[in-house]
């Protein structure tokens, strides 16, 4: 970083070779993946376990609703040293879905579970599919139900916190249009109350930076 603002460093590449993965850094920028020399890249293997992490619990095979599976974000692994291990993240809001999982609440997204492969370990967590977020409806610029809005949220944030857990990210991204419902949802940033915040702990301009513990006045 400079200080005029940033500046350009390197390009990160992910590379899968059947269920093998590969990072690499190349300096100069590139525009498309064809500029890319594979055969001349010095790859590092990702172990799959720092991915796909294991946990027994299992969403069921067939469910009566639409599902959204979030699989683990391979682009954030070693952008910090805690991200060397993607699948701590992923086992985190594994932890903190499954507590809402057994205390289910009309304004927190719905969870069913882990997507679970032939091997045993995690590969994505099951959500009800919402139909878009609080973001999109405002840029859309569409009727929005203001008082309805701040109620739901609040209602799904109280839930949350009556079961020990704090969001850390509150911002119109992670709140979820169901017909006319609105959800609180993605809880990769959330902590037990009073625990030290982890490597996710918000967004910028939508979280107070100087926050170190999960605290219910972080929502």
């Not at 027994?56 to 910090?80: H, M, R, W």
């Not at 919402?130 to 929005?144: N, R």
């Not at 203001?146 to 850390?168: F, M, N, V, Y």
Request: proline share 5%.
């Amino acid at each position: 970083m400079k200080d005029d603002g940033f500046d350009y460093s390197h390009a990160k590449v992910l590379l899968q070779r059947n269920r093998q993965f590969f990072v690499a850094t190349v300096e100069p920028r590139i525009e498309r993946k064809e500029e890319i020399d594979t055969s001349n890249l010095e790859t590092t293997p990702i172990p799959l376990e720092h991915i796909y992490p294991m946990l027994p619990t299992q969403a069921p095979n067939s469910l009566s609703v639409d599902v959204y599976i979030k699989s683990p974000n391979i682009f954030e692994y070693g952008d910090c040293p805690g991200l060397t291990d993607v699948s701590n993240l992923i086992m985190h809001e594994a932890q903190m879905c499954e507590r809402t999982r057994r205390s289910p609440h009309p304004n927190v997204a719905r969870y069913f579970g882990c997507h679970i492969d032939e091997s045993g370990s995690i590969v994505g967590l099951c959500f009800k599919k919402y139909s878009q977020t609080l973001d999109e409806l405002v840029e859309a610029d569409e009727a929005l139900d203001l008082p309805k809005c701040l109620s739901d949220i609040k209602a799904g944030i109280e839930h949350l916190h009556s079961l020990g857990i704090i969001h850390c990210d509150i911002k119109p991204h992670n709140i979820f249009l169901d017909e006319s419902t609105f959800v609180v949802g993605d809880f990769d940033s959330c902590a037990f109350e009073g625990d030290k915040l982890g490597i996710k702990a918000g967004t910028q301009d939508w979280t107070n930076e100087d926050c170190k513990l999960a605290q219910r006045e972080n929502d």
